[in-house]
Nanobody
Framework: QVQLVESGGGLVQAGGSLRLSCVAS????????MGWFRQAPGKERQFVAA????????YYADSVKGRFTISRDSAKNTEYLQMNSLKYEDTAVYYC???????????????WGQGTQVTVSS
């Protein structure tokens, strides 16, 4: 099993940047594909980005391509989401996710963090 704890959320003006972090505890961080999802009020949770266990393959939702960058640091058991050029519609609770199956990381990960709020003011 793996436990996930996000940090780095906050309030930012449109056009600004934030970096989210997710620290994983437990065993074998390097065997997990990692991802980020978000959920805005009244909406379903949606996929944002994912990275393979080795870090060589990344996936992004069309809505964040070119603005968000996912990365991981195995030495720190941490994944990151660098968010640039933030828009009002990026406002949501952002969740870190993990799964040993790369195919599931974008659809139905097994492990979730508690979420961190990102609010973008227009």
């Amino acid at each position: 099993q793996v436990q996930l704890v996000e940090s780095g959320g906050g309030l930012v003006q449109a056009g600004g940047s934030l970096r989210l972090s997710c620290v994983a505890s437990g065993r074998s961080f390097s065997t997990y594909a990692m991802g980020w999802f978000r959920q805005a009020p009244g909406k379903e949770r949606q996929f944002v980005a994912a990275i393979s266990s080795g870090g060589s393959i990344t996936y992004y939702a069309d809505s964040v391509k070119g603005r968000f960058t996912i990365s991981r640091d195995s030495a720190k058991n941490t994944e990151y989401l660098q968010m640039n050029s933030l828009k009002y519609e990026d406002t949501a609770v952002y969740y870190c996710a993990a799964d040993t199956n790369t195919a599931r990381i974008r659809s139905g990960p097994s492990y979730w963090g508690q979420g961190t709020q990102v609010t973008v003011s227009s």
